[in-house]
């Protein structure tokens, strides 16, 4: 999937659309797909200015769009049904390498639980095959 397809999977739009392609899907199973990280983003401005590192929450937020991109895909459905996924949690996160400008972050989701309106994912993302975060996300799909 490109930049064009995600849109109409995903309500973020820039600076918040963290999702660049989708490499993989299989429904009802598991994503791949990647971001690029570039020195031209405001929060590098911040965090830090002299060693830029992509912060952790930012990392999260590209594993549940990416999460959310393989919820509605498998449902059938998009934003425009009135629905969004919300964070319900997140459970045993681990961060274990900077991610910074230059790198691609790959993002892997699997569906480890759906009930009703409860997903749960098996997230990591990884740079050049190290592992950077893994972790459980809970998301909720609630009407917009």
């Known amino acids: 999937m490109d930049i064009l397809e995600i849109q109409k ?3 973020h739009r820039y600076p918040m659309l963290l999702v660049d392609r ?3 899907l299989v429904i009802g199973e598991r994503i791949r797909a990647y971001k690029n990280i570039t020195f031209n983003e405001d929060l590098f401005q911040g965090h830090f200015p002299n060693a830029p590192i992509l912060p952790g929450v930012v990392i999260i937020e590209a594993l549940a769009q990416a999460s959310g991109v393989l919820g509605f895909r498998t449902k059938g459905q998009t934003p425009d049904d009135g629905l969004l996924y919300l964070f319900a949690g997140i459970e045993n996160v681990r961060f274990r390498r900077r991610v910074v400008p230059g790198d691609r972050l790959d993002l892997h989701s699997r569906v480890v639980t759906n ?3 409860i997903w749960k994912f098996a997230v990591e993302a990884t740079v050049d095959g190290d592992m950077a975060v893994s972790g459980l996300l809970t998301c909720a799909i609630i009407d917009a």
């Open 115 to 117: 009930r009703r309106h």
């Open 9 to 11: 999977y995903l309500p």
């Open 22 to 24: 989708v490499e993989e």
